[in-house]
């Protein structure tokens, strides 16, 4: 009878464990297996400025590098001490009213399966200056696997 175990360890290498069992005989065989470790530039989300106004147009772009299996990208977007967000606009230079701060995007609907384009906008106005977190995710069977955060202002 042949026995699986899997187990990580704190470097993040999958441990396979085999258990034979015979006659009262146990033999322990332990293989190491290269797992998938998160890169640093599987995805990246980049503006072409870090300052916006209010009203007007901010394009966006994100870059897969991801070599593994992945279902969805979601863009996220906060205005910090706000309830007010960002209305995606554009996604693909093709015309959107996606007016929630985060938008998921399915695998199958990715035009090209390593860069997206977007465009967004908010009627959010600062007193002087708001911070905005804009953060790119890919999401593989409900887990992120790999993510990207940058930071913009929003100026009067």
Do not use: C, W
Request: zero cysteines; proline letters at 1%; aromatic letters at 8%.
């Amino acid at each position: 009878m042949k026995v699986l175990i899997l187990n990580k360890n704190k470097f993040g290498e999958i441990l396979v464990s085999s258990y034979y069992s015979s006659l009262g005989l146990t033999i322990i065989k332990i293989e190491h297996l290269q797992s998938t470790v998160m890169g640093e530039n599987d995805i990246t989300i980049n503006f072409g400025k870090k300052e916006v106004k209010t009203d007007e147009e901010l394009d966006g772009v994100i870059k897969i590098n991801y070599s593994g299996r992945f279902d969805s990208i979601v863009i996220n977007s906060q205005i910090e001490n706000t309830s007010e967000i960002f209305n995606f606009i554009k996604l693909y230079d093709k015309k959107i009213n996606y007016s929630y701060a985060r938008m998921p995007i399915l695998r199958q609907d990715l035009k090209n399966q390593h860069e997206i384009k977007f465009t967004v906008i908010t009627k959010h106005v600062p007193q002087v200056s708001s911070n905005v977190k804009f953060r790119a995710t890919i999401i593989q069977e409900h887990k992120e696997v790999a993510d990207d955060v940058t930071f913009l202002k929003i100026v009067s």
